[in-house]
């Protein structure tokens, strides 16, 4: 696809329930972040992969946050035990750079997750 | 405090007239900056970037940048309706990781 798919586009999750939140990268994109954005703050970095490697997870605010890139494209966030703190538009981006200073990055339409 | 700063807003400003956003950081090694324009319900879509101090200018968008103080700014030109959303500013920690502030959000009056 041209731009950065996330799916599901929209999640209810009951606390305590395990979720999976999928992204596709722009393809050949060897660089990949996910962000936490909740309502009216500015997004919150969570981790960064550069191809299958995951180079930083500083971000991930707990040991219930999982993430992967196995063969380096798609990549999946898991919540475990989701809290209703985790409530949030969680966002994928992708650049073709490893270096981003002075490219930035794509968005995905991102995820919005509900814990009721 | 947080690293990057905004006023929250909402700023309003007619149409035709010339939007001010502003935006502060405290992290003097910080070398360029991000301004992403995000639509409610929508996610961050990148306008422009400037590492330089002084001016850039693509179409209708002004980024300033002014390192000795530690300010950043961004300017829309003949403001129109479709540009109401909120700006978010953001730094860079390192090479990769964004540091953003709580966006500013704009509504231009018709």
């Known amino acids: 696809g041209a731009g950065v798919s996330q799916s599901p586009r929209y999640k209810v999750a009951k606390r305590g329930q395990d979720v999976a939140l999928r992204c596709d990268p722009i393809?050949?994109?060897?660089?990949l972040f996910w962000y936490q954005q909740a309502l009216g703050q500015g997004p919150e970095f969570l981790t960064y992969?550069?191809?299958?490697?995951?180079?930083?997870k500083s971000g991930l605010p707990s040991d219930r946050f999982f993430a992967e890139r196995p063969e380096g494209s798609v990549s999946t966030l898991k919540i475990q035990r989701t809290q209703q703190e985790d409530s949030a538009v969680y966002l994928c981006?992708?650049?073709?750079?490893?270096?981003?200073?002075?490219?930035?990055?794509?968005f995905g339409s991102g995820t919005r997750l509900t814990v009721v | 405090q947080k690293e990057v700063e905004q006023n929250s807003g909402p700023l309003s400003v007619p149409e035709g007239a010339i939007a001010s956003l502003n935006c502060t950081y405290s992290?003097?090694?910080?070398?360029?900056f991000f301004w992403y324009r995000q639509y409610s319900g929508k996610s961050p879509e990148l306008i422009m970037f400037?590492?330089?101090?002084g001016d850039k200018e693509d179409g209708r968008f002004t980024a300033q940048l002014n390192k000795a103080s530690q300010y950043v700014s961004l300017l829309i030109r003949d403001s129109q309706p479709s540009d109401s959303a909120t700006y978010l500013c953001?730094?860079?920690?390192?090479?990769?990781?964004?540091?953003f502030g709580t966006g500013t959000r704009l509504k231009v009056l018709a």
């Open positions: 953001a730094g860079f920690s390192g090479t990769y990781k964004y540091i």
């Open positions: 981006a992708s650049s073709p750079h490893r270096d981003q200073l002075n490219y930035g990055y794509t």
């Open positions: 393809s050949g994109h060897v660089s």
């Open positions: 992290d003097r090694g910080s070398q360029s």
């Open positions: 992969f550069q191809n299958e490697a995951q180079l930083d």
């Open positions: 400037i590492y330089s101090n």
